[in-house]
């Protein structure tokens, strides 16, 4: 491993992504012949081969991959202390990876950016949506900076900080609910749910609440998209499971109606999370910053109206 530099891994990975070594070479400005040479070194170092040639390009082995999923850590850890190292002192910039919940994008990609291009136009988001569970798995992978959790996923190798404690509420077609309705957690059996898998953050929440009360949960089907969520139970296919933040655009349209439920009501706890291990760039403080204060003070506002 000592002879392995942040140069071989970038090319190592340059070719993973492009699948091609001669697009790979044309890309990196170097030879197709010593793009070539660099990766059989790495093979030789390594003692085992990283890529399958065949006439159509070049694969990743089992090895190969495990080495561009550490090889996406270190240069992103290698650029990150680059970037802090010469912000010292002056305006924060650089690129910051933040992992957000698909219920929490509609709420804060647009006032980041505008907050961002207003108090640090160099700083430059790279925004990821996906389901909470994802999100957890790449922030330990430092696929990303920072990311927007859930109180209920594990804390284990992460500095978290709470944003705010949302309520929960039941989501169906347009008429299923009228306005002000509550549904006591006791009748939620009655409803056939649509929630996500096992390994995200609002199955777990939404499963640990049903156990501790003993009620057996009707679900018919798990999907982790959020987007399907919600159009499953526009079209009355079933009922989901989601805080204002997720159903807004959809009640706002009419396209769903909502119940709050009650006896006891259903809270999310919303944190945001970086990896213990790593240091924080000042880029990385201000996005957590700006998205702190735009998700709690959201919080606020829908805090006992949100139906």
């Known amino acids: 491993m000592a002879g392995m530099d942040r140069r071989q891994l970038r090319y190592f990975l340059r070719v993973v992504e492009l699948g091609n070594l001669s697009r790979a070479a044309e890309a990196l400005h170097v030879a197709q012949p010593a793009l070539s040479a660099h990766v059989r070194r790495l093979e030789e170092e390594l003692g085992v081969q990283l890529l399958v040639r065949t006439p159509r390009g070049v694969t990743p082995t089992p090895h190969g991959q495990l ?3 550490h090889a996406i850590s270190i240069l992103r850890q290698f650029e990150q202390a680059r970037q802090e190292v010469m912000a010292l002192g002056h305006e924060p910039h650089g690129d910051v990876a933040l ?11 647009r006032p980041l950016l ?8 160099r700083v430059v988001p790279h925004i990821v949506e996906a389901m909470s569970g994802y999100l957890l798995e790449w922030l330990h992978a430092s696929r990303l900076d920072a990311a927007i959790l859930f109180g209920v996923q594990s804390p284990v190798g992460l500095q978290r900080s ?3 404690i949302e309520e929960m509420f039941l989501v169906g077609p ?6 002000g309705e509550k549904i006591p957690m006791a009748q939620l059996p009655r409803f056939p749910l649509i929630i996500p898998g096992r390994m995200q953050g609002m199955n777990q929440l939404i499963r640990g609440a049903a156990a501790r009360h003993n009620i057996h949960l009707n679900v018919v089907v798990e999907v982790d998209a959020v987007a399907e969520m919600i159009g499953l139970a526009e079209q ?3 009922y989901t499971i989601l805080a204002p933040m997720g159903y807004r655009r959809g009640l706002e349209a009419g396209k ?17 999370a970086t990896a213990a291990s790593r240091p924080i760039s000042p880029a990385t403080r201000l996005v957590l910053e700006l998205a702190h204060s735009i998700l709690s003070q959201y919080i606020a506002d829908t805090s006992g109206g949100a139906a």
């Open 99 to 109: 992992g957000i919940p698909a219920t929490v994008s509609p709420v804060l990609i």
């Open 114 to 121: 505008e907050a961002l291009r207003e108090r640090a136009p």
């Open 256 to 272: 769903v109606s909502v119940a709050r439920i009650v006896d006891p009501p259903l809270l999310r706890t919303l944190v945001s």
């Open 236 to 238: 009355g296919l079933g």
């Open 67 to 69: 080495l561009a999923e």
């Open 174 to 179: 347009p008429q299923a609910f009228g306005r």
């Open 162 to 164: 709470e944003i705010g």
